[in-house]
């Protein structure tokens, strides 16, 4: 119990939702109704994702396609095209945080066998942009997409056609950054991976996420899907359960009764109705700097029917500060643990990128807003 209770005091997100969600019960009676706050398609999809989403890294299948692809590699540029593309792109399938958890120590190792280890900072700042920018593509990218799509029941289509400008934008903007760098011969670095991904296990993962897909799309159920997945992956490696996110589950529940409540509260309701209708963007984003982006979409959720504006203030929000984006802190935990020379030129360069691109996708959104 004191190992649990010292993992979640540092859970600083997790802490706040259940205060606030505690302080919320003193002004709405607790009652059976307060289980008709929680979003339980979300919590399910969301729990069924990490689960795949783990057992695809137990099998190291990431791993191994970037030790693949970096055989290959004959400069920086490539390279650095490389790290930083698998982040954008895969984070779309994997999550911007699981991107990162798997992206961030790879790179480390390669560029200490490339004796580049100065270039670690400007890697991983690009990477970290990637991974936030890259997730915003699809509904499973990130939570706050995968809480959205699901709360306000939206379509793919409609899900695409609102976020893919910034996508594109965003790619278009990490490509210069890279593209500007000098380009320099590398030999290949070589990595090995000790395990071979399991043929078999990769196809059943493979499976069940196009099932989840499926669910994420209307078609299936997802608490159909649920004990399916819950049996087949305990089965094959109790891991991916064990190491499933428990207190990010938690965080949305706690968030789910607060918002809940304040719907309840008339007077609270109808103020953050006047502050956020019409408002969504530059509220979503502001909001997002002090208390993260995932948490912002959630809270704000309650009080609009504008859920394209939320959808992008929440996603563009998470540029920006070091906690805009949860996912943000992996990245600064890698190096001030393996670098702590590094963490205030990391901290440096991460805030002033991330504030070339807020104010670029900002502006982008509303002149789209202006004219569309």
């Not at 706050?37 to 795949?52: G, N, Q």
């Not at 954008?88 to 580049?116: E, H, R, Y």
């Not at 991976?193 to 799309?217: A, G, M, R």
């Not at 691109?357 to 002149?367: E, H, K, P």
Request: positive net charge; aromatic residues 14%; proline residues 2%.
């Amino acid at each position: 119990m004191k190992k649990i209770w010292g993992i979640i005091k540092k859970d600083t997100v997790l802490m706040i939702a259940w205060i606030l969600a505690i302080l919320s019960c003193f002004f709405v009676k607790p009652s059976l109704s307060y289980l008709g706050y929680i979003d339980y398609t979300t919590l399910a999809l969301l729990f069924c994702l990490m689960v795949i989403v783990n057992g695809l890294q137990n099998i190291k299948l990431f791993e191994q396609m970037a030790i693949f692809f970096m055989k290959k590699m004959k400069s920086t540029r490539q390279l650095d095209m490389l790290l930083v593309g698998l982040c954008f792109f895969l984070s779309m399938f994997i999550t911007n945080d699981v991107a990162l958890i798997t992206f961030v120590p790879l790179t480390i190792v390669v560029l200490k066998k490339l004796n580049m280890e100065e270039r670690v900072v400007h890697i991983v700042v690009l990477q970290t942009l990637a991974a936030n920018l890259g997730s915003m593509c699809t509904p499973i990218g990130n939570p706050q997409n995968l809480f959205l799509y699901t709360y306000f029941d939206m379509s793919l289509l409609d899900f695409i056609i609102t976020i893919l400008p910034f996508v594109v934008i965003s790619l278009i903007l990490l490509l210069i950054h890279i593209i500007k760098d000098s380009n320099q011969h590398i030999e290949a670095p070589k990595i090995y991976q000790k395990e071979d991904t399991n043929i078999t296990y990769l196809w059943i993962y493979l499976f069940l996420f196009v099932l989840c897909l499926l669910s994420v799309l209307h078609f299936l159920n997802i608490f159909y899907l649920l004990p399916i997945i819950c049996i087949v992956c305990a089965f094959i490696d109790k891991k991916t359960i064990l190491k499933v996110d428990y207190l990010l589950l938690l965080t949305f529940v706690g968030f789910f009764i607060f918002i809940g409540n304040l719907k309840n509260i008339e007077m609270i309701a109808q103020f953050l109705n006047q502050i956020v209708n019409g408002y969504e963007i530059i509220v979503s984003v502001i909001c997002s700097q002090a208390f993260s982006n995932v948490p912002t979409a959630i809270l704000l959720s309650g009080f609009t029917e504008n859920v394209y504006d939320l959808l992008i203030g929440v996603n563009i929000g998470g540029l920006g500060t070091l906690i805009a984006s949860m996912a943000s802190l992996i990245s600064y935990k890698y190096i001030a643990r393996i670098y702590p020379e590094y963490k205030t030129s990391y901290f440096t360069e991460f805030t002033q990128k991330n504030c070339i691109y807020l104010i670029i996708l900002v502006i982008m959104a509303m002149v789209l807003k202006v004219f569309l």
